[in-house]
């Protein structure tokens, strides 16, 4: 069972910067990805990373060049970096993932694709 946890969300100005965490993934987990979700919205896919082919990344293009996810798998948490931050970035953000080692990366974006989940952590941005 993988239980996930996000934290470093907050607020902050436009322009500015933030990092979430996402704790708790396993040895056993192929893929995590970030979603996010703005008042009135369907979740999005933010970021994916996959760890069975040496950490290939995938972004949805409006935050290609601002965020960058990454791995520590000492700690076994992913990280999202987010930069120049916009209000259009505003939402709950929650990590997900999955083991599945078949997974197509073609997927990562669908919410369907995972079975574990994180609660979430807000990032507003004004």
């Known amino acids: 069972h993988v239980q996930l946890v996000e934290s470093g969300g907050g607020s902050v100005q436009v322009g500015g910067s933030l990092r979430l965490s996402c704790a708790g993934y396993?040895?056993?987990?192929?893929?995590v990805a970030w979603f996010r979700q703005a008042p009135g919205k369907e979740r999005e896919g933010v970021a994916a990373?996959?760890?069975?082919?040496?950490?290939?990344?995938y972004y949805a293009n409006s935050v290609k060049g601002r965020f960058t996810i990454s791995q520590d798998d000492a700690k076994n948490t992913v990280y999202l970096q987010m930069n120049t931050l916009i209000p259009e970035d505003t939402g709950m953000y929650s990590c997900?993932?999955?083991?599945?080692?078949?997974?197509?990366?073609?997927?990562?974006?669908?919410?369907?694709?995972?079975?574990?989940w994180g609660q979430g952590t807000q990032v507003t941005v004004s």
């Open positions: 997900a993932a999955e083991r599945n080692p078949q997974l197509p990366r073609g997927t990562w974006f669908l919410e369907g694709t995972y079975k574990f």
């Open positions: 990373i996959f760890f069975t082919t040496g950490g290939h990344t």
């Open positions: 396993t040895s056993r987990t192929n893929v």
